[in-house]
């Protein structure tokens, strides 16, 4: 098991380009949550998934963010017209729920983003 | 609506020696409390978790307690080292037991 891994490490993106990010979760985790994060905050809470089903979405995300996690497995994070407030690092996590309370969560290394 | 605050917002420290983090949590509801640790640019590692019916966990120099009641969790960190010298972050997450609230961070500096 390598961990939760997200692709790409880095993005560099105009302003008004769609961007997609991808994650991969511990494999047999049926969490998957991804974060924002700015320089000197802690991550803010974007969505999470249990196996393919959203259950939750943040207000933070608006219109032009989804997310999906086809099949249960991977997620993907599509920003659609990028705007410059939208750089920071994007943040994936994932855990294994077996219906008392949330196991311990694991990050990867994110996905910074920077639009230009 | 759960609120996580984590102060100090920086510390430094000589080497050597021990020291205390603290978080507060608004809503005592939680299902567990979570500490990372995050070295500049990159992402989180998961250094400690406290499930609700615990009061304390300890790996290896690091201990974190919790207090529901009070709403307050702590990290402690022993014989401090320059590796040690990173971003601290609490996570709490309330009852629903689905997302997971972080505070703000407290970024260690441990002097050599």
């Known amino acids: 098991d390598t961990g939760v891994s997200q692709n790409p490490r880095h993005k560099i993106t105009k302003r008004g380009q769609n961007v997609t990010f991808r994650c991969d979760p511990i494999?047999?985790?049926?969490?998957l949550y991804w974060y924002r994060q700015t320089l000197g905050q802690g991550p803010e809470f974007l969505t999470y998934?249990?196996?393919?089903?959203?259950?939750?979405k943040s207000r933070l995300l608006s219109d032009r963010f989804s997310a999906e996690r086809p099949k249960g497995s991977f997620s993907t994070l599509e920003i659609q017209r990028t705007e410059q407030g939208d750089s920071a690092m994007y943040l994936c996590?994932?855990?294994?729920?077996?219906?008392?309370?949330?196991?311990?969560?694991?990050f990867g290394q994110g996905t910074r983003l920077t639009v230009v | 609506k759960q609120e996580v605050t984590q102060i100090p917002a920086a510390l430094s420290v000589p080497e050597g020696e021990n020291l205390v983090l603290n978080c507060s949590f608004t809503?005592?509801?939680?299902?567990?409390l979570q500490w990372f640790r995050q070295d500049p640019g990159k992402g989180l590692t998961s250094l400690l978790l406290?499930?609700?019916?615990?009061r304390e966990q300890t790996s290896g120099r690091l201990n974190a307690s919790l207090d529901k009641s009070s709403g307050r969790s702590t990290l402690y960190i022993a014989a401090s080292q320059p590796g040690d010298s990173a971003t601290y972050l609490c996570?709490?997450?309330?009852?629903?037991?689905?997302?997971?609230?972080f505070g703000s961070g407290t970024r260690l500096s441990i002097r050599p």
């Open positions: 996590a994932s855990s294994l729920y077996r219906g008392q309370g949330r196991g311990e969560a694991f």
């Open positions: 494999s047999e985790h049926n969490r």
């Open positions: 998934f249990q196996n393919e089903a959203q259950l939750e």
């Open positions: 809503d005592s509801a939680i299902y567990n």
């Open positions: 406290i499930q609700s019916s615990q």
């Open positions: 996570a709490a997450g309330g009852s629903s037991a689905s997302k997971i609230i």
